[in-house]
C-alpha cells in the first residue's frame, strides 16, 4: 500500500515534468473554477516561469519517491501527507490568483508539518515541527498581509490584473508590499535571518522528504519572490535589488561557516541548502539592479544564472540527502563521528555521495560549476555601473561567493572524508549494509543528472534564458559557438565544459599512459595503507570531524563564540589518576542568542502582563466589548 502511495507519486512527478516542459517551451492555458471557492474562485495558468519550477517538482520527486519505496520498507505512516506535499507544491507554480495561491500554499506547509514531525519519538522532531509551524504561518501572514494591501490598491484578486495595475501604484505602496512579499517568501527559501526553523526541520523529516524540502519546497520561495519583484509588481527601485543581492551574500556565507562544525550530516545539508539559496538570491538581487539601470541583457544573464543553480541544487541536493538517508538506513546514525570507512561497505552510496559532493562544491565538469561560473559573469560586469556604491555591492557579492565556494570546498572534504574513508568509528559503521536497489537507483539518477546538467550548458542555458526572457525582456548577451561552447558578451568569458572534462579525464590518466609507457608491471599488488610510521591503526587515531573544523573554530572565533565544556572524573582513591574525561567545544547561533531570544523574552513579559485583564468575570468582559465598540465608533 506504502509502494503504491509512493507511485503515485511518481506519477505525479512525470506529469509535472511533462507540463513543465510544455510551459517552459511556450505552450499556456489557464483553467478557472469560479464557484469552487471565495474572492475569484479557482484559477490555475501555466506560463515559462511557472512551468519552469512545476518541472523542478517533478525532477526531484520522480527519483524522491522511488527512493522511499526501498527506504519507507512498506510504512503507511506520512504517505497520504507526503502524495499532498507533492500534489501542493505542483499547484503553487500554476496558482494565478491570491485564493489559488493561498490554498495550496498553506496546504504545502501542513502536509510538511506532518511530515516533519512523522517519528514524535525521535528527539527534537517536536521541537522542529513546532519552530516550522510558527516560521511559515508567520511567513503566511506576512504574505496574506502584502497580497490583501496590493489586491485593494488594483482592485482585484487575480495576479494578470496586479501586473497590468502595478505601474499606477504609489511607490510607498509598492516598497511596502514587496518588503511584506519579500519577507514571506524568503521565509520559506530559508534565508537568514529567518532560517532557524531548516536546520531543525530538515533532519527530523525522512530523507525523502528531506530531499524534496531542500531541492524544491524552499525554490517555491525563490519562484514567489521572482514573481513579486519581477512580475506582480513590475521593475522596482534598486534598493530591492541591493538587499536581495547582500541577504543573499549573507546567507551563503553564513550558511556554509555553519556546514563546517556541525557533525549531524542531514544537519550539515540543511545548512548548505542556506547557502545555495544565497548563491541564488546573489543572482536575482543581480538581475533586480541592472533592470531599473538599463541594462536589460545583463539582468537576463545573472537571472539565468540564478535558474540555473536553482535546478543545479535541486539534483545535487536531493542527491545528497538520499545519500545521507542510505548513510542513516545503513548505520542507524548521522553523527559523522561515528561513521568512517563507508566508503567499502556502501560504495555505491560512496560514488553517488562524491558525485553530489563534488556538484556542490562547483567541481568541473559537474553541474555546480557552470551556474557559479555564470553568476561571477554576470557579477563581474558591474563595472558597466557607474555608480561606485553599486559597485560597491556588487564587490560584496563577488567576495561572498568567492569565499563560499572555497569554505563549500573544504565542508565536503570533511563530509566524504570523516563519513566515508579511513576506519570505521563505531560499530554501526562496521556493520553497515548497501542500500536497496530502489534507492540505489534513485541516486545514480541524479548523479547522472548532475553530470548532464554539467556537460550540456549548451543545451541548458538557451531554454533558462528564454523563461528569464519572459520577466526582463532584452536580447540574450550569450552566444554558443560551435555547439560545444558558451560565450558571454562577446569576448567577455566562455566556457566548454565538455573540452574540460575530456582534459581532465587525459589528465587522471596521463600517469597510467605514462607509467604503462615506463614499462611498469600490470600486476596488482594489496598493501596496506599507509599508517604514517604506525604499525597498528585503530579508528582512535583518525582525524575526527571535531578536529576537521576546529581551524575554522579558531579563524572565525568571533562568528561561532566557541564555549569550552571540560570533565574530568577522577578515581575515588586518588586524583593522580582519571577514570574519565569529557571535551566539549559547541558553537552558539548569534541569531538566536541576539534575536530570537530577546523577541521571545519580551513577548513572554507581554504576555504575562496582559494576563491581568483575563479576570474571569463576564461583566468585565462586556465592559470591554463595550469599550472596544466605542473606540471603533470613534475611529468611524
Not at 219 to 241: E, I, T
Not at 260 to 273: E, G, N, P
Request: net charge positive.
Amino acid at each position: 500500500m506504502a509502494a503504491l502511495g509512493f507511485l503515485c507519486a511518481t506519477a505525479v512527478g512525470v506529469v509535472a515534468i511533462a507540463a513543465g516542459l510544455a510551459g517552459v517551451f511556450g505552450r499556456a492555458w489557464t483553467l478557472s473554477v469560479p464557484w469552487l471557492v471565495p474572492l475569484g474562485g479557482l484559477e490555475l495558468a501555466l506560463d515559462p516561469l511557472g512551468g519552469f519550477f512545476l518541472a523542478l517538482v517533478g525532477v526531484a520527486t520522480i527519483p524522491a519517491s522511488i527512493y522511499a519505496i526501498g527506504y519507507a520498507g512498506g510504512e503507511r505512516r506520512g504517505v497520504l501527507a507526503y502524495v499532498g506535499f507533492v500534489l501542493a507544491m505542483c499547484v503553487v507554480p500554476l496558482a494565478a490568483n491570491l485564493m489559488s495561491f493561498a490554498i495550496a500554499w498553506e496546504l504545502m506547509s501542513l502536509a510538511c508539518y506532518f511530515l516533519v514531525l512523522h517519528d514524535p519519538r525521535e528527539p527534537g522532531a517536536v521541537r522542529a515541527a513546532w519552530v516550522y509551524a510558527v516560521m511559515t504561518h508567520a511567513g503566511l501572514v506576512c504574505l496574506l498581509a502584502g497580497m490583501l494591501l496590493l489586491g485593494a490598491a488594483t482592485g482585484s484578486w487575480r495576479f494578470a490584473d496586479w501586473h497590468a495595475a502595478a505601474p499606477g501604484l504609489t511607490a510607498l505602496r509598492r516598497d511596502a508590499v514587496f518588503v511584506l512579499l519579500a519577507a514571506g517568501f524568503l521565509g520559506k527559501a530559508g534565508v537568514i535571518p529567518l532560517h532557524v526553523w531548516l536546520p531543525l526541520a530538515h533532519p527530523a523529516a525522512p530523507s525523502h522528504v528531506s530531499a524534496l524540502m531542500s531541492g524544491v519546497m524552499i525554490k517555491l520561495g525563490v519562484y514567489g519572490l521572482l514573481r513579486a519583484g519581477f512580475d506582480w509588481l513590475g521593475a522596482g527601485p534598486v534598493w530591492w535589488g541591493v538587499a536581495v543581492l547582500l541577504l543573499g551574500a549573507t546567507s551563503s556565507v553564513i550558511g556554509v561557516l555553519y556546514a563546517l562544525v556541525d557533525h549531524d550530516l542531514k544537519r550539515l545539508l540543511a545548512f548548505h541548502s542556506i547557502e545555495n539559496i544565497g548563491i541564488i538570491l546573489i543572482g536575482v538581487g543581480a538581475a533586480m539592479i541592472y533592470r531599473p539601470a538599463g541594462l536589460e541583457a545583463l539582468a537576463l544573464l545573472a537571472l539565468a544564472a540564478g535558474l540555473y543553480h536553482t535546478l543545479n541544487h535541486a539534483a545535487f541536493k536531493a542527491l545528497l540527502f538520499l545519500g545521507a538517508g542510505a548513510v542513516v538506513h545503513g548505520t542507524g546514525t548521522r553523527n559523522m563521528e561515528e561513521l568512517g570507512g563507508l566508503i567499502k561497505r556502501m560504495p555505491w552510496t560512496a560514488a553517488c555521495f562524491l558525485a553530489g559532493s563534488a556538484a556542490i562544491a562547483a567541481l568541473p565538469p559537474f553541474n555546480g560549476f557552470v551556474s557559479e561560473w555564470l553568476t561571477f559573469m554576470a557579477l563581474l560586469q558591474n563595472t558597466r555601473l557607474a555608480e561606485p556604491a553599486l559597485n560597491l555591492v556588487f564587490a560584496l557579492g563577488i567576495a561572498g561567493l568567492a569565499l563560499t565556494s572555497g569554505l563549500a570546498m573544504a565542508c565536503f572534504v570533511k563530509a566524504f572524508g570523516i563519513s566515508f574513508l579511513a576506519l570505521p568509528r563505531s560499530e554501526a559503521a562496521a556493520r553497515a549494509h548497501e542500500a536497496p536497489s530502489s534507492m540505489r537507483a534513485a541516486m545514480v539518477a541524479l548523479a547522472v543528472l548532475c553530470l548532464g546538467l554539467g556537460l550540456a550548458p549548451t543545451l541548458v542555458v538557451p531554454v533558462l534564458l528564454g523563461v528569464a526572457r519572459g520577466l526582463t525582456g532584452a536580447t540574450a548577451p550569450v552566444e554558443v559557438v560551435d555547439g560545444l561552447t558558451l560565450s558571454v558578451s562577446g569576448d567577455f568569458g566562455s566556457l566548454s565544459t565538455l573540452v574540460l572534462a575530456v582534459a581532465l579525464a587525459g589528465g587522471l590518466m596521463l600517469p597510467l599512459v605514462a607509467l604503462r609507457l615506463a614499462g611498469a608491471s600490470r600486476r596488482v599488488r594489496r598493501a596496506e595503507t599507509w599508517g604514517c610510521g604506525r604499525v597498528l591503526q585503530t579508528s582512535r587515531m583518525e582525524y575526527t570531524a571535531t578536529a576537521f573544523s576546529n581551524p575554522f573554530k579558531r579563524v572565525f572565533d568571533f562568528f561561532y563564540r566557541p564555549a569550552k565544556r571540560l570533565a574530568i572524573e577522577f578515581h575515588p582513591e586518588s586524583r593522580l589518576f582519571v577514570e574519565r574525561i569529557e571535551y566539549e567545544n559547541p558553537t552558539r547561533s548569534i541569531f538566536e542568542d541576539w534575536l530570537y531570544r530577546p523577541v521571545l523574552g519580551t513577548l513572554s513579559a507581554v504576555a504575562r502582563r496582559a494576563r491581568a485583564i483575563q479576570s474571569g468575570s463576564t461583566n468585565v468582559y462586556l465592559a470591554y466589548i463595550l469599550a472596544m465598540l466605542l473606540v471603533l465608533l470613534v475611529l468611524a
